[in-house]
């Protein structure tokens, strides 16, 4: 995670090892070096939990970086259009640091595994703004 270039690697465990709080662990280390995060997962129940756990181990925790408590966005197809549009704004803008939405809110796949990390949170917003997935 030190070098430039983005980072590939596949975590594979049984249920309840514990691959959820390592993919948070590293999306910690990224906020805290001044990246935006995105946690996809493979379902909106999956992201929507995901989401509550994040917002339960964070809660009351301040960034070191900056002083400021983590920011935390969920951002799914089922969510009401004026929710939906402020969390993309609140991406946009750079107010989520960390991003969690659930895979198929996306609508392009990426060509090559590098895109698929090169591309900003703000695509995700906006591939998400229609979706009703």
């Known amino acids: 995670m030190r070098r ?13 090892s514990g691959k959820t709080i390592v993919a948070m662990q590293a999306a910690l280390v990224a906020i805290e070096n001044g990246a935006q995060v995105a946690l996809m997962a493979p379902t909106e129940i999956l992201a929507t939990q995901h989401y509550l756990s994040a917002r339960k181990l964070l809660s009351g925790a301040i960034s070191p970086s900056t002083g400021q408590p983590y920011k935390i966005a969920l951002l799914t197809g089922s969510l009401d259009d004026r929710t939906k549009r402020e969390t993309q704004r609140r991406i946009m803008r750079g107010d989520a640091q960390f991003v969690i939405a659930p895979t198929p809110c996306r609508r392009t796949r990426p060509t090559s595994p590098t895109s698929a990390w090169s591309s900003s949170t703000s695509s995700i917003a906006s591939a998400c703004s229609s979706d009703s997935s």
């Open 4 to 16: 430039p270039q983005p980072m590939r690697r596949l975590l594979q465990g049984d249920v309840g």
